[in-house]
């Protein structure tokens, strides 16, 4: 069969093993059922941004230029929590969005995603946050008020943890074991004491499962930056990547807006 689209992240369904479905933007297809069966994404030299302008070149985020400039969505306190200025009312890009978004709880959390890793997000958007990482588990540490709390909590811990999934690790079942209660505990005690009244009461740490048949001994990134085919055996899926046989990973978010022909 043959689609026809642009890439959107992947729709992610928890559950015994997590549901993966492609946005095409018209169509989604259910990729568990093709795990074992070989799949072609090819590239059409085509980009639509978000605000629907088509282009050759994107920006981070996969934004065009202007977008990448002006939309609160790729504003400073999206990528640095800790910039967060809505509280005090100041406006980074656009002061009413900035409040919805960075005015609600966040939490702080510990996440084995390829290796212990702290990271932020909002209270209700926190389970989406580990499946697009690949966590095989994580647990909420502290829940704050607001987006700048949580960031300035999270630059403190930077100090003994990474921000970053070690996605090489991941991909190829590198992920060590933790007790992440104990790491959790451990970590609480190296906050000051300004941060722990938001450490929550008790840690509970949430496990996720992903349908991948084998995983790579070594890994290599496909992008069409260098390709414009990314074809092979699907072998499983984690986080936003698709597992190819033969160790190639193809990073579905990272191509978001990419006009493709998706075969199977």
Known sequence: MEYRGYLQKMAAQSGEKVHYYLN???????????????????????????????LQKVFRQNYCYDCFMTKPEAGQPIFFPEKS???????????????????????????????LKVGV??????????????????????????RYQAGQLEVYLKEHLSDKTDWRNMLSQGDPEFDLIEEAKRVADLLSEEFKPFVVENFSPVEMTYPVEKYPEKVKSITFKKQDECKGVLQGIRGQYLLLEGGGVFNVRSHEGHHVTFAF
Request: hydrophobic residues 40%.
């Open 24 to 54: 095409l933007g018209s169509e989604l297809i259910f990729m568990n059922e093709l795990i074992g069966r070989e799949i072609a994404l090819t590239f059409q030299h085509k980009i639509t941004c978000f605000c629907g302008k088509e």
């Open 85 to 115: 200025q809505a509280h005090l009312g100041i406006e980074d890009r656009d002061l009413e969005f900035e409040k919805r978004y960075q005015l609600q709880p966040h939490v702080v959390y510990l996440a084995n995603s390829g290796g």
């Open 121 to 146: 997000t909002r209270k209700n958007a926190r389970f989406n946050r580990w499946i697009d990482q690949g966590a095989i588990a994580a647990v909420v540490l502290a829940e704050t008020e607001n």
